[in-house]
């Protein structure tokens, strides 16, 4: 079974930090997605990074796929009030009908 | 746009009950999944389907089924529910093979009492 850890678990900020979450797992992934969920709804897509060493960037979110597949990061610049969500990675494994691994999840509140 | 739709949004059984969730979506999308989602979990999947009539067992299948008599429909069943089955359950649909996001209705929330 392939895990996806997630660091740190909660975050707590205020509007204007700059912030990191981890993605680890010790399997490799074809391809890994960062989906942010709000509460009472679903997960919705932000990114998805393909190739090893790949860096994406998505207005003040930074996203990067380790060199290995194995990991990959989220870094938010100049947090705000907005950013506030459950952040999930979640990796494809290869030959898996798409199948998604999810991360354990990251819980951040941006206050003002 | 529709999207993904799921029903009920909230329901409380007791122990032993049956009951079945239905997703559905209107993208024409070819796969289909159910997770739960648990507090410090993640999404963990139950059980997936790769077109209709076909469904295979996730991560979590255990005291679940599924159908998939529709292309646009995904039934998961719990057959005598059980505490450990309380949690919040997410249907998603994606395009197909490759390298696809996944689309989330907004959830069930279960409690088996």
């Known amino acids: 079974t392939q895990l996806l850890e997630q660091s740190p678990q909660f975050l707590s900020i205020q509007e204007g930090e700059n912030l990191t979450v981890y993605c680890n797992s010790s399997s490799v992934f074809s391809s890994l997605q960062w989906y942010r969920q709000e509460p009472g709804e679903g997960p919705v897509l932000l990114v998805t990074v393909v190739t090893g060493g790949e860096v994406k960037k998505l207005k003040r979110l930074t996203f990067q796929f380790g060199d290995a597949r194995k990991d990959s990061s989220l870094h938010i610049t100049a947090a705000q009030p907005g950013d506030t969500g459950l952040y999930l990675c979640?990796?494809?494994?290869?030959?898996?009908?798409?199948?998604?691994?999810f991360g354990t999840g990251t819980r951040l509140q941006v206050t003002l | 746009n529709a999207g993904v739709t799921q029903t009920p949004k909230f329901r409380v059984l007791k122990t032993g009950q049956s009951m079945t969730l239905l997703c559905a979506q209107d993208?024409?999308?070819?796969?289909m999944y159910w997770y739960r989602q648990d507090p410090g979990m993640g999404l963990r999947l139950i059980h997936y389907s790769v077109g209709e009539g076909t469904t295979a067992k996730g991560e979590v299948p255990d005291g679940y089924n599924v159908s998939r008599l529709k292309k646009q429909n995904f039934l998961l069943g719990l057959e005598s529910a059980a505490p450990s089955q309380t949690s919040v359950y997410f249907c998603a649909s994606s395009k197909g093979q490759g390298i696809q996001p996944q689309h989330f209705g907004d959830g069930t929330r279960l409690s088996i009492l």
């Open positions: 979640a990796g494809e494994g290869t030959g898996t009908a798409s199948k998604l691994t």
């Open positions: 993208m024409n999308h070819e796969y």
